[in-house]
Every structure is written in C-alpha cells, then in structure tokens.
C-alpha cells in the first residue's frame, strides 16, 4: 500500500522555466514532509522539508507548498538549470520514525 | 569523513550464501536507518535504530534479514541464505533528532 505517490514518473522543462513536482500522501498522521534529490550511482541527498503547522517553505531556488486538506505536496524549482536534472523523491513521516517515500519523479531541465 | 560511509559499494553474492552490509553514519547521530531500493521504486523502510537498539524492525522482509549496530555508531545488515529477489541498492541514513535523513551512496547487492 504505497503511502506516497509521486503519480508523474518523469517531467522536461527548459532552462530557466519553472519545475513543478507533485506528491500525494494518504495518511493524515504525516506531520513531516521531505524531498531528496538523487543523481545515478549516489544517495539520494536533502534537498527541503516542511513541517505540518507551516504550508510553504523557501530555501533559494526550492519551495515547497503543503496543502493538508488535499493531502497534496509540490516542489517548485524556479529557475530551472540543467544541474537540477535528477529523480525527485517525496518523502513523508508522522508518529513513528520510519520516512516513507514517493516512487519518484526523473526531471530533465533543457538547455 | 563528514558523510555516511556505505560499503561495498557493490556486492555479487551466490543464491544461498551470506552477507554484510556495512553503514558508517555521521558522527554524532544517533538515530540510523536501513531502506531498500529495487529498480523504478523510492527506498523501502526496513530498520531504525536509536543509539543501539533496534527502536523499529517493522521493515525487515523475513527472518533472513538481520542489522545490529552494537556500539551506537556503525551498523551491519545481514542477509542469511540470500535469494536473487533480495538484489537491490541497500541504502543507510543517519540523522540527529529525528530531521531530516542523510544518506550514503548505497550498497548494490546482486544475488545470482
């Protein structure tokens, strides 16, 4: 029963355009929401994280937006450059200690 | 070093035989976490540590599968009798606090 659902496997976007990746979660006890990046052959790696009280948070180029009534995450990531091309996962966490994770989306940012 | 150290980094390993897998978290974390990645799917939760105990093993496929991080720091996966559906990338994460997770490069297990 896949908790995260990250329903676009992949997304294109041209240089300096903006990126959006969503990410629906269906367990409302989630109060910790994360994204990692991951580029092949390496980790996955933080990228933002959003708690539950709060419904946007913006580090530079990221953003991420919490919409708790539609159970609905997205990342923005604007402007888009061609080192921001990698798989996008979604990852959220509630009472217990485990992050349960989206099955990630390949962006590929055009130069 | 200032990241977490995963090795191997790649292991071929016979059907039948057993394996170690070894995650060294960054110094100071006390929470450790163990997820397995298969091909096309987000890491799947298998074990999470708080300093030495197994806090949640809830993840953990079968009774093949076993992880002790007896001092507190590094961590050992052991996969008993493996079998060629237990090929994946075998990811360790390390976080302080219970923030954000950070990763090692991971171990790519191939059973054959």
């Known amino acids: 029963d896949q908790q995260v659902k990250q329903n676009s496997p992949s997304l294109s976007v041209q240089e300096g355009r903006i990126s959006i990746l969503n990410c629906d979660y269906t367990n409302s006890m989630f109060d910790y929401f994360l994204w990692y990046k991951k580029y092949p052959a390496e980790g996955p790696t933080f990228l933002i994280s959003i708690s539950s009280i709060k419904d946007k948070n913006e580090d530079g180029r990221f953003t991420v937006f919490l919409n708790k009534s539609a159970k609905h995450l997205s990342l923005h990531i604007v402007p888009s450059q061609p080192g921001d091309s990698a798989v996008y996962f979604c990852a959220a966490s509630g009472t217990g200690n485990q992050f349960y994770f989206g099955t990630g989306t390949s962006l590929t940012v055009i130069p | 070093g200032a990241g977490v150290s995963q090795t191997p980094s790649n292991k071929v390993t016979e059907k039948g035989k057993y394996v170690e897998l070894r995650c060294d978290p960054i110094s100071g974390h006390t929470a450790l976490y163990w997820y397995r990645q298969s091909l096309g799917q987000g890491p799947e939760f298998l074990i999470y540590?708080?300093?030495?105990?197994?806090?949640?093993d809830s993840g953990l496929p079968n009774d093949r599968f076993f992880a002790v991080r007896p001092e507190g720091s590094v961590s050992t996966l052991k996969i008993q009798r493996t079998e060629r559906g237990d090929s994946a990338v075998y990811l360790c994460?390390?976080?302080?606090?219970?923030?954000?997770?950070?990763f090692g490069q991971g171990t790519r297990l191939t059973v054959v």
């Open positions: 994460a390390s976080s302080s606090n219970g923030g954000e997770a950070f």
């Open positions: 540590f708080q300093g030495t105990g197994a806090a949640d």
